[in-house]
């Protein structure tokens, strides 16, 4: 989930700079960087759904 986030926000970071927009606080310097936390976040296994199944052998 975080990676999406990420990808998301990389994408409108490059919309951003290529249309040279920044409203107000949000530029595309913010989005970079959090684009990178998400996946720095993701990397280190947070926020991933890890669900094993056991099988019983009979």
């Known amino acids: 989930m ?4 990420a990808a998301v926000l990389f994408g409108l970071a490059l919309i951003f700079d ?8 949000i ?3 913010i989005l970079v960087t959090a684009g990178l936390l998400c ?14 199944y056991r099988r019983s052998r009979r």
Do not use: E, M
């Open 2 to 5: 975080l990676a999406i986030v």
């Open 18 to 25: 290529l249309a040279g927009i920044s409203i107000q606080v």
């Open 27 to 29: 530029t595309s310097g």
């Open 39 to 52: 996946l720095a976040l993701f990397l280190a296994g947070i926020g991933t759904r890890s669900v094993s």
